[in-house]
């Protein structure tokens, strides 16, 4: 069983490639508002890397947000047209909780206009509801917990983890799409604040 995973929901470029229970091939790349140029050279010579063919690929599994409003849908889009054409599964994985992996932590990640995606994870579990939230409000809240993700948000160093490792740490939460056309990016904002931002 070979799986793909993807994301491209906020600054990184994230390519991986499982075998049964292992990663045998991944790209994490900073590329912020790069990764629709680069997924397909990139994912190209992963498969060439391994030795794969497009058509070994059994299933994908992707996040679905929250993220750039652009980013979520590129790894989205190119997983449904796939995933329809070869009618293989696709699967979905929070992209907070695909940052945390099996952490005791706090995730953040830039939601633009001062304002952070958020949520507190122990063992792959959160441990409150994910929100949009000010950065100001975010740092007056935050004691002593491990940030993971954009920590300079908050006057804290950046901490970023092994995302591919964490979409097959996390195996158990990807959620299975019954219909590839209905899946959609989880937003925690209006679509509008998104229109506006430079």
């Given at each position: 069983?070979?799986?793909l995973?993807?994301?491209?929901?906020?600054?990184?470029?994230?390519l991986?490639l499982?075998?049964?229970?292992?990663v045998i091939?991944?790209v994490?790349e900073?590329c912020?508002?790069r990764?629709?140029?680069?997924?397909?050279?990139?994912?190209?010579a992963?498969?060439?890397?391994q030795?794969i063919?497009?058509?070994?690929?059994?299933?994908?599994?992707?996040?679905?947000g929250?993220?750039s409003?652009t980013?979520?849908?590129i790894?989205?889009?190119?997983a449904k047209?796939?995933?329809?054409?070869?009618?293989?599964?696709?699967?979905?994985i929070?992209?907070?909780?695909?940052?945390?992996?099996?952490?005791?932590?706090?995730?953040?990640?830039?939601a633009?206009?001062?304002?952070?995606?958020?949520?507190?994870?122990?063992?792959?579990?959160?441990?409150e509801?994910?929100?949009?939230?000010?950065?100001a409000?975010i740092?007056?809240?935050i004691k002593?917990?491990?940030?993971?993700?954009?920590?300079?948000?908050i006057?804290?160093?950046?901490?970023?983890?092994d995302i591919a490792?964490?979409?097959?740490?996390?195996?158990?939460?990807w959620k299975?799409?019954e219909?590839?056309h209905?899946?959609?990016p989880?937003y925690?904002?209006?679509?509008?604040?998104?229109?506006i931002?430079?």
């Open positions: 069983m070979i799986t995973c993807m994301d491209t929901s906020h600054i990184y470029l994230v991986a499982i075998r049964d229970d292992r091939g991944s994490q900073e912020w508002k990764q629709s140029e680069e997924i397909f050279p990139k994912l190209i992963l498969c060439e890397e030795k063919q497009p058509e070994d690929i059994d299933q994908i599994v992707i996040s679905e929250p993220g409003y980013g979520v849908r790894a989205m889009t190119v047209v796939v995933c329809a054409m070869r009618k293989i599964p696709l699967y979905t929070g992209t907070l909780l695909l940052y945390a992996g099996n952490e005791d932590c706090r995730v953040l990640t830039d633009r206009g001062h304002r952070a995606y958020t949520c507190r994870f122990r063992n792959g579990e959160a441990l509801e994910q929100r949009a939230q000010e950065c409000e740092a007056e809240l002593d917990e491990k940030i993971i993700g954009d920590g300079h948000l006057g804290k160093d950046d901490c970023w983890p490792a964490n979409f097959l740490i996390l195996k158990d939460h299975k799409a219909n590839v209905l899946v959609v989880e925690l904002k209006p679509s509008e604040a998104y229109l931002q430079k």
